[in-house]
């Protein structure tokens, strides 16, 4: 597992009148970046009620061990607590 960092944005929709966009950074653990943007879609699809075409990536990086804020992602990666 690789540890991802994702910085992008996606449409928020209140009814008719509201069409904002919300700023996210998320860290992840993936096996690739094709699956960490599948994931990061999936979630956001399902806790959010966004869907594909309303998320913008800006930015995916791959994060060195040393880098993971998220304690979780770097349980997932295998890094040291």
């Known amino acids: ?3 991802f960092r994702v910085i992008g944005a996606f449409r928020v ?3 008719e009148f509201r069409n904002d966009l919300q ?3 998320v860290e992840l653990a993936a096996a690739d970046e094709k699956a960490a943007r ?3 879609v999936s979630n ?3 806790h959010h009620r966004v869907g594909r075409e309303d998320i913008v ?3 995916m990086v791959l994060l060195k061990n040393e880098d993971i804020t998220d ?3 770097k349980h997932q990666v295998g890094g040291p607590e």
Do not use: H, Q, T, Y
Request: proline letters at 5%; aromatic letters at 10%.
């Open 57 to 59: 990536i800006k930015e």
């Open 44 to 46: 956001f699809g399902s």
């Open 13 to 15: 929709r209140d009814r």
């Open 38 to 40: 599948e994931k990061l």
């Open 23 to 25: 700023d996210f950074k």
């Open 71 to 73: 304690p979780v992602v």
């Open 1 to 3: 597992m690789k540890a």
